[in-house]
């Protein structure tokens, strides 16, 4: 199965997802990530306030971008 990983962006900084999570395909990803989104726009990134523009970069096992997903 394929190792996927989510990593957050934004204009200045990169928090690179060291584990990754194995997953069938990259519509599975793409559905953990929009999860993931909806559940960071309702908590943690609720609380910031400086105007950075946050996104989930999803990277397949080569590094390669399967898919953003914009916060």
């Given at each position: 199965m394929?190792?996927?990983y989510f990593h957050l962006r934004t204009q200045d900084s990169f928090v690179?997802?060291?584990e990754g999570v194995d997953l069938p395909d990259?519509?599975?990803a793409q559905g953990?990530?929009?999860k993931t989104a909806a559940e960071?726009?309702?908590g943690?990134?609720?609380e910031v306030h400086n105007g950075s523009r946050w996104a989930i970069?999803?990277?397949d096992e080569g590094g390669e971008i399967a898919q953003v997903v914009t916060l």
């Open positions: 394929p190792r996927y690179w997802d060291e990259p519509l599975t953990a990530a929009d960071l726009r309702g943690l990134l609720h970069v999803i990277t």
